[in-house]
């Protein structure tokens, strides 16, 4: 079997996720360069979250990608009105106001939650056990990059009752499935699954979404970011200092002044002792370091996402993200789709 790691998604990567799944962006071959655009655009800008599983020769195998919407744009893709795919949607109403921009999500997430809507893909073509791994893989990053949003929906499409039925068992509610779309789309089989915070509970581990709250205080991008890459990236200092430009001077200053932040806004004493101290409050509330912006900097640095991959190891998994990876892989085995519930 090949190794296989994650990384951030970089330029050169989309055409090849694009390509892997279109039906998930709602084209043919003949529009693929349309999708690359709105996506780039998207990762370029913020306003769209990706991670790609690559093999030794860093090719994309598999790609995870998300997005935050607006209310109003939610109930519009739930309605009976709207019968195409939702990346076909998305992809025609894409605007600040209803894919939202970092702005956006800041409010959302400091504010009353956020709706995301999730895509995936992957090579069909690759041996069933490298298969298996890259999807494990892709699964596990999902809870380790959104484990801290203060979400309040998740939408997704998947194609065929026995996916379908892997999600139903999570605690996902199905609220379209083939015969709501006209043809052809019926013959792709999408299901559109959703779930939402106050409506799900444990043992479901749909759950595991929403144990994100809102942020008790709020940090600037610059604070935010050397926490995410220090608690999240698993990075040093010399190699923060790398992805942000700064002296070590300037990154020790910065680790002060979180510091004297946390410090001032928590019952812990010892956040004042530098990046130790701070990484001790953060792992208590990982929302505090959220949203992410780190990838779009990585984006923009083919080099360094290439150079740092998501340290997708055991040890570095909290036990929500270990659980929801888990579920993905025992809900294959053995269960039968749930019409219309």
């Given at each position: 079997m090949m190794p296989y790691r994650m990384r951030f998604t970089v330029p050169e990567d989309v055409p090849m996720c694009v390509a892997m799944e279109p039906t998930h962006f709602g084209c043919s071959d003949a529009n693929q360069e349309e999708a690359c655009r709105w996506l780039g655009t998207l990762l370029a800008k913020g306003r769209a979250l990706s991670a790609v599983v690559v093999n030794e020769q860093d090719e994309p195998v598999a790609f995870g990608l998300t997005l935050f919407i607006s209310d109003e744009f939610r109930q519009f893709l739930l309605s009976e009105h709207n019968q195409q795919l939702i990346g076909q949607r998305l992809r025609q109403f894409c605007t600040p106001r209803t894919i939202l921009a970092l702005l956006g999500i800041e409010r959302g997430h400091r504010g009353e939650g956020l709706n995301m809507v999730g895509f995936y893909g992957w090579r069909e073509e690759l041996p069933e056990a490298d298969l298996a791994a890259v999807r494990s893989l892709l699964y596990a990053s999902f809870p380790y990059l959104h484990a801290g949003y203060h979400l309040k929906s998740f939408l997704k499409e998947v194609y065929g009752a026995q996916e379908a039925a892997m999600y139903t068992q999570m605690g996902f509610t199905v609220h379209k499935q083939p015969s709501d779309y006209p043809l052809p789309r019926r013959a792709l089989e999408p299901y559109l699954m959703g779930v939402v915070r106050g409506e799900v509970s444990f043992p479901a581990r749909a759950a595991d979404l929403f144990q994100g709250t809102s942020p008790p205080i709020e940090l600037k991008r610059r604070y935010r970011e050397v926490g995410q890459l220090a608690y999240m990236m698993r990075?040093?200092?010399?190699?923060?200092?790398?992805?942000?430009?700064?002296?070590?001077?300037?990154?020790?200053?910065?680790?002060?002044?979180?510091?004297?932040?946390?410090?001032?806004?928590?019952?812990?004493?010892?956040?004042?002792?530098?990046?130790?101290?701070?990484?001790?409050?953060?792992?208590?509330?990982?929302?505090?370091?959220?949203?992410?912006?780190?990838?779009?900097?990585?984006?923009?640095?083919?080099?360094?996402?290439?150079?740092?991959?998501?340290?997708?190891?055991?040890?570095?998994?909290?036990?929500?993200?270990?659980?929801?990876?888990?579920?993905?892989?025992?809900?294959?085995?053995?269960?039968?789709?749930?019409?219309?519930?």
């Open positions: 990075l040093d200092d010399g190699e923060i200092t790398q992805c942000l430009g700064l002296t070590d001077n300037a990154l020790y200053n910065l680790w002060s002044r979180l510091g004297r932040r946390l410090n001032g806004n928590s019952e812990h004493p010892n956040s004042r002792f530098g990046r130790r101290g701070c990484l001790r409050v953060i792992a208590e509330c990982p929302a505090i370091i959220y949203p992410l912006s780190v990838h779009t900097r990585f984006y923009h640095c083919p080099e360094r996402a290439r150079r740092y991959p998501l340290p997708l190891q055991e040890r570095v998994l909290s036990p929500p993200a270990a659980r929801w990876a888990n579920a993905h892989e025992r809900g294959l085995e053995g269960v039968q789709v749930v019409q219309g519930a």
